[in-house]
Each structure stands twice: as C-alpha cells, then as structure tokens.
C-alpha cells in the first residue's frame, strides 16, 4: 500500500478522527520533499504534529522550530548550557531538585547535534516522502488495537519508555528512530500547554517500515475482535439490581439455552472456558446443553459468540 493506502486503512479500521502524521528528519544532503510549506511563524515539534493531523505539510529548519530543547534532542542544534543542565525543570517546578532532573535528561534519546538538518511533517495520505515514524493522536481503545495488532504476528508483549517529558521529540520520534519499535506516549507539560490535543487523547509513534504489516495484521483484528468488542458482546443484559455487591458470592448461575434457536455451531462449547456447555444429539439434531451449570463463571462468551442468541444467563441468589 502507497502512503495514501495506509493511511485511509488506518482511519478506517480504526475510526481515526485525526490524520495519522508523517515525520521525517532530513540529513544534511537530503533534499527538502515536494509539496512541503515552511510555517509562517515558528511552531514546536508539537504544534507542528498538530498543524499536520489537521492537513498541512511543513517542512521546518531550526530558525522555524519554536523548541529549543525539541530541536536539540532531535539533533536540528546543539543544547544550550542552561537547558543542558535541567535548570529549567526546577524553575517551572517540574522536577524537585537539579539531581532528578540531570537524571532524566541523561536518560531520554537524543540525537548528535548537526545529525539533522530539519524536520518535515505531513497527513500520511500527502505524504510525498518516506517517512521515519508515523505518529498517532489517538484514543486508549485505538492504542490498545495497534499493540495487539504488532502483537498479532510475533505474540510478543509490549515495554514502552516513556515520561512525562518532551513527548513528541524524545518519545515518539527520536525513541522510535533509534529503537525501531513502536512507542506510546501521554503527551507532555509542552505538548498539552500549546496544542490541542484533549484530555483523552494520547499519542503512539510506529516505525514507517512496520506500518504495512501492521495494517495488515489489523485488518485480520477488523474480522471479529474489533467489532465484537465494541459492541460490547459480553456485557450481561440484565442486571439484577436486587443482589448487593456484598451478596454477589452467593450467586448461582443458570445456563439457559434455547433449543428451537440452537442450530447446532458448537461456538458455546467451543468458546465455554470451563467446559459448562457440550454439545449433545436431540432428535438426530446437535444442539447445546449446559451440563455442569454450576462450574459457569458468567463470563458471558458463549452468549456473546453464539450467532443465534440462543443462550441466556439467568443469576439468582441462594436461599441456603
């Protein structure tokens, strides 16, 4: 898929509401990409991820970079003594002493100074460059999509590094390059003070060559999980609002099942984590039965995978 390709599969199976961002750090030969605009004023790196989810193409050289510290740790210029040394953390009291925050400084990926000569963000759809990251301002369920689908091919779990310090520069752009896996993060003092991304959004950064078989791994998500999931199958249907929190271990649970609904699909039985259902031959006909009701947990899967919603749980209290 060309970059306009990923992109419109990505905001599809995902129900994006923002453009996913191409970001890319230009060499000192490289050329500048066509179809690039410099800002009319100075912008941060992540005012510059803003400006590109909403449709616009920027290249920026380091007198367009508003950031100092941005731009540094993405190798545009060298760090200034004053932000070099995590002054400004203790006077924005954002860190308590200069300890912590020489720490912290020490420890977030950062780039050469002169390593780069400048940055260039786009839609991913007009995209004219080969992105090095991609970054996502998304919501928690779409994150948590995009890890099980770069889990899909590998099983691998995710370990993320991360802060609550320049997000869009050292987390999603310079971690991601250097790494080559993806990254989240929750934004940053920076990030959430000058942009405008709200309350509940967060941000993810994919290494562009891991984009294509990520779509494709999300595709196969998009089959079943995503939209079973989002549709909450399993959320119980009925509530009994009689039985108290502190009632709730003398529950029993009932197993009932619909026969003249059942056709007979084995996707209970198969699905049932305690082996509660089995299925069983009526009249020459495979149909459901619950033969040990008492070992149900009300995990609710087999009324959500059955096709027919021929199962019903029916929770009751014990009079004993």
């Given at each position: 898929?060309?970059?306009?390709?990923?992109?419109?599969?990505?905001?599809?199976?995902?129900?994006?509401?923002?453009?996913?961002?191409?970001?890319?750090?230009?060499?000192?030969?490289?050329?500048?990409?066509?179809?690039?605009?410099?800002?009319?004023?100075?912008?941060?790196?992540?005012?510059?991820?803003?400006?590109?989810?909403?449709?616009?193409?920027?290249?920026?050289?380091?007198?367009?970079?508003?950031?100092?510290?941005?731009?540094?740790?993405?190798?545009?210029?060298?760090?200034?003594?004053?932000?070099?040394?995590?002054?400004?953390?203790?006077l924005f009291k954002k860190l308590p002493n200069i300890e912590c925050a020489q720490k912290m400084i020490a420890s977030r990926p950062e780039f050469e100074a002169g390593e780069y000569r400048a940055s260039v963000v786009a839609p991913l759809e007009d995209a004219t460059f080969e992105p090095d990251v991609v970054i996502f301002t998304i919501y928690p369920e779409q994150i948590m999509w995009l890890c099980c689908?770069?889990?899909?091919?590998?099983?691998?779990?995710?370990?993320?590094?991360?802060?609550?310090?320049?997000?869009?520069?050292?987390?999603?752009?310079?971690?991601?390059?250097?790494?080559?896996?993806?990254?989240?993060?929750?934004?940053?003092?920076?990030?959430?003070?000058?942009?405008?991304?709200?309350?509940?959004?967060?941000?993810?950064?994919?290494?562009?060559?891991?984009?294509?078989?990520?779509?494709?791994?999300?595709?196969?998500?998009?089959?079943?999980?995503?939209?079973?999931?989002?549709?909450?199958?399993?959320?119980?249907?009925?509530?009994?609002?009689?039985?108290?929190?502190?009632?709730?271990?003398?529950?029993?649970?009932?197993?009932?099942?619909?026969?003249?609904?059942?056709?007979?699909?084995?996707?209970?039985?198969?699905?049932?984590?305690?082996?509660?259902?089995?299925?069983?031959?009526?009249?020459?006909?495979?149909?459901?039965?619950?033969?040990?009701?008492?070992?149900?947990?009300?995990?609710?899967?087999?009324?959500?995978?059955?096709?027919?919603?021929?199962?019903?749980?029916?929770?009751?209290?014990?009079?004993?």
């Amino acid at each position: 898929m060309n970059n306009k390709e990923l992109a419109e599969a990505f905001k599809n199976m995902l129900t994006l509401r923002w453009s996913p961002v191409a970001v890319k750090l230009l060499k000192p030969d490289e050329p500048i990409p066509d179809n690039i605009s410099e800002p009319s004023v100075p912008l941060r790196h992540c005012q510059a991820i803003t400006v590109a989810r909403r449709g616009n193409s920027l290249y920026m050289p380091p007198s367009k970079h508003a950031c100092p510290d941005g731009s540094a740790i993405m190798g545009l210029v060298p760090m200034s003594p004053k932000l070099r040394s995590g002054e400004l953390y203790l006077l924005f009291k954002k860190l308590p002493n200069i300890e912590c925050a020489q720490k912290m400084i020490a420890s977030r990926p950062e780039f050469e100074a002169g390593e780069y000569r400048a940055s260039v963000v786009a839609p991913l759809e007009d995209a004219t460059f080969e992105p090095d990251v991609v970054i996502f301002t998304i919501y928690p369920e779409q994150i948590m999509w995009l890890c099980c689908a770069s889990s899909y091919g590998s099983g691998e779990r995710h370990v993320f590094h991360t802060s609550g310090y320049n997000s869009t520069c050292a987390d999603l752009t310079v971690q991601v390059m250097k790494s080559q896996k993806m990254n989240i993060s929750f934004g940053c003092y920076g990030a959430r003070a000058i942009s405008d991304i709200n309350d509940f959004e967060a941000y993810l950064s994919v290494p562009f060559n891991q984009l294509q078989s990520l779509a494709e791994s999300l595709e196969k998500l998009s089959v079943k999980s995503i939209p079973e999931a989002r549709k909450k199958i399993y959320m119980p249907p009925v509530i009994d609002r009689g039985i108290s929190s502190d009632q709730a271990g003398t529950c029993s649970v009932k197993v009932r099942i619909n026969e003249d609904r059942c056709d007979g699909c084995g996707l209970c039985e198969a699905f049932c984590p305690e082996a509660v259902i089995e299925m069983k031959l009526v009249d020459n006909t495979s149909k459901a039965a619950a033969i040990a009701s008492e070992k149900c947990c009300a995990c609710y899967t087999c009324v959500g995978q059955c096709p027919q919603k021929a199962i019903q749980l029916e929770l009751f209290q014990d009079k004993s």
